[in-house]
């Protein structure tokens, strides 16, 4: 059983890490900055330890790099190249994994949907991010909540270790456009889910991508 002290380090790296993030989102931190743990643990007041793990966590989300010989610094922003990849391998995965979920999504599964649609409203996107980031997270829950309804759960974690929102909130920070075409596409695949029509489901989610890969990758 974890003490109290545990307990605070561990919220006390959260924190940390809810900062740097809202740094890094809003290019207070850009991309490819060096970040000196010494003069970030001053500025922020905290020790080491927390401040390196969260760190850690953000590198696991594609934000932060961690190199040999170098340190961290800021993870630069995904070339297109990546980027175009990254979409490519949505398209393959989530089409397919919407039409699943048509067939066998559960009404607790469609009020979550819901509730996530609700905080996606257009004009809570607008960046910064202290603003974006609940949008940010519903649609990570809506996308994620679509795989668990699928069944198949090595393809949720595939999908999840993309930290593909991470990247399209990176790109859509710094585009601020296309928010009420993502709202009626997502309102589409709704639709198509609460009809329980596979077909109908496996083409939105494409024009949703599509959509989004068109409005976001230069």
């Known amino acids: 059983m974890q003490d109290a002290r545990s307990l605070t380090r561990v919220g006390l790296a959260q924190q ?9 989102m809003d290019r207070d931190l850009p991309p490819g900055a ?9 500025e922020l007041g905290v020790s080491s330890s927390p401040l390196r793990e969260a760190l ?6 594609g934000l932060v790099r961690n190199e040999a010989f170098l340190g961290f610094s800021v993870a630069p922003m995904p070339d297109a ?3 175009h990849a990254m ?12 039409a699943c979920a048509a067939r066998r999504i559960t009404e607790a599964q469609l009020a979550q949907l819901r ?9 809570a996107r607008s960046g910064p991010w202290q603003r974006h980031n609940a949008h940010a997270a519903a649609d990570e829950s809506f996308h994620d909540t ?32 296309g928010a009420e075409e993502t709202a009626a596409e997502h309102q589409r695949l709704l639709a198509a889910l609460e009809a329980r029509d596979p077909a109908a489901a496996e083409a939105a989610m494409t024009a949703h991508l599509e959509g989004s890969r068109e409005r976001l990758v230069p």
């Not at 940390?16 to 993030?21: P, S």
């Not at 850690?56 to 989300?61: E, K, M, Q, S, Y």
């Not at 979409?87 to 919407?98: G, I, M, N, Y």
Request: glycine share 2%; no cysteine.
């Open 81 to 83: 190249a990546f980027l």
């Open 115 to 123: 509730d996530a649609l609700a905080s996606m409203a257009p004009e």
């Open 16 to 24: 940390v890490r809810a900062r740097l993030l809202e740094r890094i």
């Open 56 to 61: 850690a966590a953000l590198a696991a989300r």
């Open 146 to 177: 679509i795989a668990a309804a699928s069944g198949n759960a090595p393809a949720r974690l595939a999908l999840g270790a993309l930290n593909a929102q991470i990247h399209v909130s990176r790109l859509y920070l710094a585009a601020q456009t």
């Open 34 to 42: 060096r970040l000196n743990i010494d003069a970030l643990a001053r």
């Open 87 to 98: 979409f490519d391998t949505r398209l393959r995965l989530e089409p397919w994994l919407a």
